[in-house]
């Protein structure tokens, strides 16, 4: 029996998760109060015939229920029940761009700031990711890419486990703070003054081959494949389960964007699980 139990900051996808699995065949219960999960499981595990796959969303809405959970999971071990924890989570933007955007309450700052509960909730879940058998980052996802992830981790057992989603931004509205690796490359020769181009981005032809036009940017490149070849090992060795990779520039609309969709490409190629997201390209 598969039995999942899906848990993660609120705003990071727990609920599309959740539509994933049922369509993916699991029988799923959303809030389900903590204490009761060793029962629930006891149930399911001796109805073996009848329901093989089970998926749990838990999670903080729960309130003082939710602190029963480290206590069930124990004795879900205990009594020798095998589980599955899958941990979703986002960077700090883009979980207060989602509560805007859908105008809901934050379940930790009802009556304050969207970011104060968003960090008290990372500080109660701290423990509870340290155990989770995988994480994924929804940050640069849309529905239908976590969708794809979670149908090669829990159907099609993909044997690469690692995520690469590759970030282009402007370093002058800001660091990608959630990257894993940084590639400044505001030492190529910039579009931006050349009159032509400078209303265009990197993702338009003519851009992409003025700035792959000089032998830096060539050399650039193909140490970023060979650095990139190298480390992705050993990341997965580790454990990792997502690396994102950051390339800036000044403005985050050409250099950037053209090195991060030459390297999207690459590894496309090379049938890693990739996504790419640019973003300071003007909406």
């Known amino acids: 029996m598969k039995f999942v139990i899906i848990t993660g900051l609120s705003g990071a996808g727990k609920s599309q998760a959740m539509k994933c699995m049922e369509d993916l065949g699991f029988y799923c219960v959303d809030n389900l109060p903590p204490i009761l999960i060793p029962k629930f499981a006891e149930l399911c595990f001796t109805n073996r015939g009848e329901i093989q796959k089970i998926a749990l969303v838990i999670d903080i809405r729960g309130g003082k229920f ?53 960090n008290a909730e990372r500080e109660k879940l701290e423990d509870l990711k340290v155990r989770a058998n995988k994480i994924i980052d929804t940050s640069n996802m849309i529905p239908s890419e976590l969708k794809e992830e979670i149908k090669k981790i829990y159907i099609e057992g993909s044997t690469k486990n690692i995520i690469i989603s590759i970030l282009s931004f402007g370093f002058k509205k800001g660091i990608a703070l959630d990257a894993d690796l940084v590639f400044d490359v505001r030492f190529l020769p910039n579009p931006h003054y050349i009159p032509e181009l400078k209303e265009f981005t990197g993702n338009d032809k003519n851009v992409n081959d003025y700035v792959m036009k000089w032998p830096e940017s060539i050399e650039f490149v193909k140490k970023l494949y060979d650095l990139i070849d190298f480390l992705i090992p050993y990341y997965e060795r580790e454990g990792k389960f997502q690396l994102i990779i950051a390339i800036g520039c000044t403005g985050g609309k050409h250099r950037s964007v053209t090195v991060a969709n030459i390297l999207y490409n690459y590894l496309k190629k090379k049938g890693q699980r990739v996504n790419i997201s640019h973003r300071d390209i003007p909406k």
């Open 66 to 118: 939710f602190d029963d959970l480290f206590g069930s999971l124990d004795e879900l071990r205990n009594k020798g029940y095998k589980y599955e924890i899958l941990f979703l989570e986002a960077s700090d933007n883009t979980l207060i761009k989602r509560f805007k955007e859908t105008r809901r309450v934050h379940p930790l700052s009802a009556e304050g700031r969207i970011i104060d509960g968003i």
